[in-house]
């Protein structure tokens, strides 16, 4: 006999449990540290955005007649390092994993509370003296702080901008740290591994990386830094050492951690598929274990950066090929989601829609990626805009679509609130559009031959740089959309019920706002991960709009 | 409407044990494992200094060889001893927490403490001597650039002064050190730590926190340090005692 | 609400099933509590590799053996560190796995960079 307890939305939860600046900076609730989180990250990617303006700005005529050079290589650095450091590697895991990671095992709580907290101080911290750095003069040398003009030609704040990141290091393993911990030790009775949601397992790969890659940035950020200030060392050639020893490093990481922006997008976009089909996961094992496979994989693949870097070409082709190679677990993964969808009972809602457009967009990044495995393709290609269109597919079109569509559909469980589902729909089709806008055109220019970090270029890659310009306004204006009205929600927002869009997942069988334990009792699991009723059992189709209750 | 979930029972509430667990099991459990998986964290940290020591030995050999041998073999061995004695009385210091034996258990940790210091000290015995040397690469030392006396050849064998074989250069053995204070630096910053770490845990041992129910952090503790233990196990060959066969005259 | 999902996976749960996190037992149980002995005995043992390592690294042995000595060396010292003072002949699966996976990555970012270097004088310029 059917027995949930359909919870009830209690006067108190996590948000009004305990009032007061102190209760939230010195709280050790992960969901008030993920919401802490999410106004910080939010506010980096604000920053890093203005970067991105002032280069598509610059990038509309051929000649440098917006900033000087020397000022263009701080904004493209400086959009890099922001939007890499301080907004798409924490983004999803600090915020929903935060969030939702104990309680779709039924804890209450991460392993490590103090940590959690801890990590976002040293996030803070990690974010201030960057931007001091940024404030003070900025940083010119590229995201990617190559050897010998990091350590020995420019004359930007170097130092200041690595012991930012150094430090911001320390927020991504603690965090990481939390979660494997936490996976392993706290699932609720009966939660065994194959009834974990896919996001956990997601964030359980991410994890993994997290911990075994973020260490290697971390000392080559240190030896980088003292090798600046001390003039001597290993990564420049005029002292006897060997810059390609430092992109090495500096890749062993950096390749491992798209996939700690990536991975987590696709543990949101399982549970979007999944849940707006109304339909068990096709192949979950698969799904699960692709997971752990591009974690694994990932840590094989650094060298394809280094292809045209005077690496031995013998080494290069073994990364050609385990870059092949990375892309499979992927692959299974795209079509284990359309799979899902056959057949399914599929709900169009906002969630969904940024879903599907990962499904497309990913795809294109991820198959430009195999262009770009291939040797002789990446020598030809290599430092141009076909480059920058990839990852920004990827980075973009992949992780940001996963992070944008998993806030909304767990938007009322944080806030209590729903969302606005038309203008909801609206903006996720003008990022669509203004995206695709803005980036098909780069992978045009690239292949002719534009090379990136320019600022000038010849007359005839003009309309392409336009067409992106004008792309990204249309991204800009899509992306503002939901901040506007996903705060106004906070204040004049429907209140939501437990479970608004009716699913099975644990996360759903508590109120919305939680209590800050989470769960009335440890709940005990005897479902597995996505039980739907079967379709024609369903009564309640398309729409999912809760009773707008009286606050 | 009955409950669907069962709560599960809280163990009777030991005083250390925090909200968010269901038990001491699982409280112990988590913590040895998340110091484990800090600990990988730090092989994969030293770990780039290695294979960049890796390299560079490779490419420099004898300047390498150079370089290692104008260590002081004595006091890097005698830090190892100090070391592996640390580690014993940091074992017996966790076994004397697990048996009951509180007195024993702060003398223990006092003792691993003690020898950490002395490893300290006898590290900066040798950075002072570098210093004096000028030995200390680059511009580390505003002023005092690297710029090691250099003996000469048939010139009665002098130890302040470095052998250079034939067509080794100063630079490259400029290098041998940068990744030598590197390393050891590194790793001595842990052993700080690690002290600092040992007096907390000294602190509420005196306190009486720990018993034989619930002695996870000293446990915990113990691990950090057998770790940096290990670093240096594997820093003192390669450092010191890379070429001292090739060394003429001892 | 509950139409749109299965009544039946809903169902009171009543046996005795706890998750292996809630086992009430004594403390202690799942602990081991090395003797004394064998922390001493492996204290010798290491006094011992260190005072080998000291002695073999003046003697010539050919080659790139003097390195190879002093890191196998190295290596037994450092494995029973790990098995004896850290505990981990006596720990999980879960924690021989940790390990193995650290040893491992270090091995990859080590190998996979030597491949590089290693294989550069291969090739000869046309």
Do not use: C
Not at chain 2, 97 to 123: D, S
Not at chain 2, 162 to 172: D, N, T
Not at chain 3, 84 to 92: E, G, L, Q, T
């Amino acid at each position: 006999m059917g027995t949930f307890t359909k919870p009830t939305a209690p006067r108190v939860n996590y948000i009004n449990a305990e009032h007061g600046l102190k209760s939230w900076l010195l709280t050790k609730d992960h969901k008030r540290i993920a919401l802490l989180y999410l106004g910080s990250i939010s506010f980096f990617f604000f920053i890093g955005s203005l970067y991105a303006i002032a280069i598509r700005l610059e990038l509309l005529t051929p000649q440098g007649d917006l900033v000087q050079s020397s000022t263009y290589n701080k904004m493209f650095t400086q959009h890099g390092i922001i939007m890499v450091f301080f907004f798409l590697i924490p983004s999803i895991p600090a915020t929903l994993g935060n969030f939702l990671v104990p309680m779709m095992i039924g804890a209450k709580d991460l392993a490590f509370p103090r940590l959690n907290l801890l990590s976002w101080y040293i996030y803070i911290a990690g974010g201030l003296i960057t931007i001091y750095a940024l404030l003070a003069g900025g940083v010119d040398t590229g995201w990617t702080f190559y050897t010998p003009y990091s350590t020995t030609f420019s004359n930007s704040y170097v130092v200041a901008t690595g012991l930012g990141i150094f430090i911001n290091g320390f927020s991504s393993i603690l965090t990481g740290l939390n979660f494997i911990v936490t996976i392993h030790t706290m699932r609720a009775p009966g939660m065994t591994w194959y009834r974990l949601p896919l996001f956990i397992w997601a964030h359980y790969a991410t994890s993994l990386v997290m911990v075994l890659g973020t260490p290697v940035i971390a000392i080559t950020i240190l030896l980088l830094a003292f090798e600046r200030l001390a003039h001597v060392g290993i990564f420049d050639p005029a002292l006897g050492g060997d810059p390609v020893l430092f992109q090495h490093l500096f890749w062993f990481y950096s390749h491992p951690a798209v996939y700690i922006m990536v991975l987590p997008s696709m543990g949101v976009v399982s549970e979007l598929i999944a849940n707006f089909s109304r339909k068990n996961i096709f192949g979950y094992k698969f799904v699960a274990f692709s997971s752990l496979a591009i974690a694994v994989f990932g840590f094989l693949v650094w060298g394809h950066h280094l292809f045209v870097a005077s690496q031995s070409v013998y080494a290069g082709m073994i990364f050609s090929f385990l870059s092949f190679a990375v892309a499979i677990p992927s692959a299974i993964k795209v079509f284990n989601w359309t799979a899902t969808l056959y057949r399914g009972s599929i709900s169009w809602d906002t969630p969904m829609l940024y879903a599907l457009g990962f499904i497309g967009l990913f795809t294109v990044g991820g198959m430009t990626g195999l262009f770009l495995a291939s040797l002789a393709v990446d020598v030809h290609v290599s430092d141009t805009y076909f480059i920058v269109a990839h990852f920004h597919f990827i980075m973009v079109g992949g992780a940001l679509f996963g992070y944008l569509g998993g806030l909304h559909y767990w938007w009322p469980k944080i806030s209590g609130r729903m969302y606005p589902e038309g203008w909801g729909r609206f903006s996720a089709l003008i990022v669509f559009v203004g995206f695709n806008l803005t980036f098909l055109p780069q992978f045009v220019l690239g292949y002719l031959g534009m090379p990136r970090r320019y600022h000038v270029y010849p007359p005839e890659f003009q309309v392409l740089h336009v067409l992106s310009t004008a792309g990204a306004s249309i991204l800009g204006v899509g992306l503002l959309i939901p901040l506007f009205y996903l705060i106004w929600t906070l204040r004049y927002g429907p209140v939501a019920e437990a479970n608004p869009w009716h699913l099975p997942g644990l996360e759903w069988r508590t109120s919305s706002p939680p209590p800050t334990e989470n769960f009335e009792s440890t709940p005990i699991v005897t479902w597995e991960a996505y039980e739907f009723a079967p379709v024609e059992e369903l009564k309640v189709i398309g729409k999912f709009r809760p009773e707008a209750e009286k606050a | 409407m009955t409950e669907s979930h069962i709560a599960t029972e809280h163990a009777a509430g030991h005083p250390a044990l925090q909200h968010h667990f269901e038990n001491m099991e699982q409280q112990r459990e988590a913590g040895t494992l998340g110091m484990w998986v800090f600990l990988v964290t730090e092989i994969m940290f030293f770990g780039g200094m290695f294979l960049a020591y890796m390299l560079f030995r490779s490419a420099y050999p004898g300047a390498f060889v150079a370089g290692s041998n104008h260590l002081d073999i004595n006091l890097g061995a005698i830090n190892t001893g100090v070391l592996i004695v640390s580690s014993l009385t940091m074992a017996l210091a966790v076994y004397s927490t697990q048996v009951g034996q509180r007195g024993m258990a702060v003398v223990f940790l006092i003792a691993t403490m003690v020898l950490g210091l002395t490893f300290l000290g006898i590290k900066s015995v040798e950075y002072r001597d570098k210093y004096r040397d000028s030995l200390v690469p680059g511009r580390l030392i505003p002023g005092r650039p690297f710029h090691p006396a250099v003996q000469e050849h048939g010139a009665p064998n002098d130890p302040h002064k470095l052998h250079l074989p034939e067509g080794e250069s100063v630079k490259h053995v400029e290098l041998f050190y940068w990744i030598y204070f590197a390393l050891t630096g590194v790793h001595a910053l842990h052993m700080i730590i690690g002290i600092g770490l040992l007096s907390f845990m000294l602190y509420f041992s005196l306190r009486g926190r720990y018993s034989p129910e619930y002695h996870a952090p000293i446990e915990i503790s113990g691990l950090y340090w057998h770790f940096v233990d290990i670093v240096w196990i594997f820093l003192f060959p390669l450092l010191y005692l890379l070429g001292r066969h090739l060394e003429h005259g001892g | 609400m509950e139409t749109a999902i299965r009544h039946s996976s809903f169902t009171i749960y009543h046996s005795i099933y706890h998750s292996p996190f809630t086992i009430h037992h004594l403390p202690n149980m799942s602990e081991h509590i090395v003797s004394r002995k064998i922390y001493f005995a492996i204290f010798g043992a290491l006094m011992v590799g260190t005072a080998a390592t000291v002695g073999a690294a003046f003697i010539d042995l050919g080659g790139h053996l003097n390195t190879v000595l002093a890191l196998t060396i190295a290596v037994i010292k450092a494995t029973l560190v790990v098995l004896y003072f850290m505990h981990v002949r006596y720990s999980s699966r879960l924690t021989w796995v940790i390990v193995g996976s650290g040893l491992f990555w270090l091995g990859i970012m080590f190998a996979l960079t030597l491949s590089d270097y290693w294989s550069r004088n291969w090739i000869t310029p046309f």
